[in-house]
């Protein structure tokens, strides 16, 4: 019976695989092909990953598979192709991120057990029982969920729930992250995440020495016992890109505390740290702390823990410390065939035959020696545990046949542990229809202040305009006129938030507010009574048009499109649902945990707090609902003059203000009407250049 919670270890590599395994891993997961977050890692070829399964499998091992990347219309078929492939090789799960992955495997292969990756920003109960509710037997929440956070979803939710316990936190919410993608066309959502919060900046001051986006590694190790009386169903250790001694160290100590109920000696806590920290460990996440305590940086100067390392690699190469037990029965009759059983104690046995035995011609085989031959299982995955003989007297029996009996059915019992789960697989459903192509798109207007909703704006008649719900909780009337106002929900929040934002969502729609705009999986659960259409938000990464179809069927209205898409990306997607863009505005970098204004004790009153890099670009910071910070990009995304966003078949093109004065938002909206070139320094966004 496996333990509660599962240990699960990375395995960026087949040497890592077999130091997670030689270490104590209940489960590894992996990256094999194009399409996981971490494209960077070795990962596996073809037939490294077909032995990685048979490794595993043989030894008890879950192996699960990270298809946990945004996928275009084009690349969703070799996903799927993939996925099929791991599928029939026996893969115990798909860890995904993609909404139309999601549903088409879902569909397609429907005995494939599937699991939502962290990239889905899943943190309340709502988000983990809509994930659950679409076929994800388990949900890995966010790193930034505390202890009160995780116990909750799991009271609430069906799903297993596994949580990250060790290893690098991001700044961002995964899944969220649009720096890499919008400064340097690396895309975090792709694999491909170039790590600029590692990089130093300045809250409201130039660049220096500080790192206030770089936060230290997590370390849950002294918490194991109170995540497996919660009912955490897995821990998770991250490292992916790490070397494989660190996998070594980092799994057979977490090992070692889940099979003995305790917390991490002083030596532990010592090797966890020598083998990677940034200036130590943090668990604030996890205690419902954060703060600037939380940050640090590895020393370029930080020695390598060579001792440890090589200790560690001796260990795992001599794979002898996963062995598995195996119980042999033999007889030796005369006149009939020798017969070898085998069994792992675990319901499998196996039942192999060799030569008639012949009758002695001077010393008779005896049971000790029979037993003794058949315990030789060096340099098999196995040990034997015990012998059971039925010997006739006087009969003979070479070693060699006594060997191979050992071998066929030590052999058989691995074919018998390892052979894949009979799945079915079933055609793919048809790409969905294009029913919902426009034209010229009709205008959107989001704000980040009310003011910035001015007369000389709503005169311009944008179809819809989306205001921050905690703003329309202080309003007592809306401003007459044919433009529909919608309520644009927190983009992070937590279950005890939810009473709360349910009565303002009341207050909205008394007020004649007849929409609601979704970025998170878990808004639907708080929308679906509250009496006004949902529509989709950017933070929903709509990548392809299966995720469109997914969220049609959902009940949403309309979707935003990933403003990582380029153009002709856009104009290809079949539209089964209205779709936007954004195409002003301030892209949204980063939606942070910690606030940096509070972190870095520089709050700026009466001017715009901004993070500077070394170059001087200033990066402005926006307070997000409950006291967390939203990084924008450091200048506008204008296309007013290109004209092109109005030929890729939207519903809808969103101006997005945040940081502009009230005077300059209508100006603005003026300009996009007349087609007018940007006025200052600007940016194409990712439409023309895409990301990696």
Known sequence: MRRSPELLAPAGSPEALRAAVQNGADAVYLGWGSFNARRGAKNFSDGEFAEALIYCRLRGVRVFLTLNTLLTDQELPQALAAAAAACRLGVDAVLVQDWGLLDLLRRALPDLPLHASTQMSVFTSGGACEAGGDGCERVVIARECSAEDTAAIIQNCPAEIEVFAHGALCMCYSGQCAMSAVLGGRSGNRGRCAQPCRLPYGVNAPAGRDHPLSLKDNCLAGELGAMAKMGVSCVKLEGRMKRPEYVAVVTGIYARLLAEGRGPTAAESRDLDSAFSRSGFTDRYWRGTPGARMFGTRPESAPEPKKLFAAAKAAYEKGTSRTLQVDFTCTVRTG???ALAAGDGGGHTVLVSGPVPEPARSRPLTAEELESRLRKTGGTA??????????????????????????????????????????????????????????????????????????????????????????????????????????????????????????????????????????????????????????GDFGLNVFNSRSLEYLRRKGLRSACVSFELRFSQIRD?????????????????????????????????????????????????LPAYGHRT????????????LGDYRRLGLQYARLRFTTERPEECPRIFRDYLEGAPARGEFTRGLYKRGVE
């Not at 819809?464 to 106002?485: K, N």
Request: proline share 11%; aromatic share 6%.
């Open 382 to 535: 196995y040990a034997c545990r015990q012998v059971s003989v039925t010997l006739d007297e006087g009969l003979s029996l070479p070693a060699s046949a006594v060997n191979a009996l050992r071998r066929d059915a030590l052999a058989a019992l691995t074919e018998e542990r390892t052979r894949p789960p009979a799945r079915r697989e079933l055609p793919p459903p048809p790409p969905p229809e294009n029913a919902c192509e426009a034209g010229a798109p009709l205008w959107t207007v989001s704000a980040a202040r009310l003011d910035q909703l001015s007369p000389a704006l709503l005169e311009l008649n944008p179809a819809r305009v989306y205001v921050p719900l905690e703003l329309l909780a202080s309003l007592s009337a809306l401003p007459e006129g044919e433009t529909e106002w919608c309520a644009s929900l927190p983009r992070v929040w937590r279950d005890r938030d939810e009473p709360q934002l349910k009565r303002w969502l009341v207050h909205a729609r008394s007020l004649g507010v007849t929409g609601a705009l979704a970025g998170n999986i878990g808004h639907l659960s708080l929308l679906r009574d509250s009496g006004l259409y949902i529509y």
């Open 630 to 641: 939203e990084i924008q990009n450091d200048r506008p995304l204008w296309l007013a003059d």
């Open 336 to 338: 009939i065939p020798c």
């Open 573 to 621: 997607l079949r539209k089964p649902l209205p779709a936007e863009a954004i195409v002003y505005g301030r892209l949204p970098l980063m939606i942070t945990e910690n606030c940096l204004m509070k972190n870095s004790g520089s709050c700026s009153c009466g001017r715009p707090n901004v993070l500077r890099d070394r170059t001087g670009a200033a990066f402005p910071l």
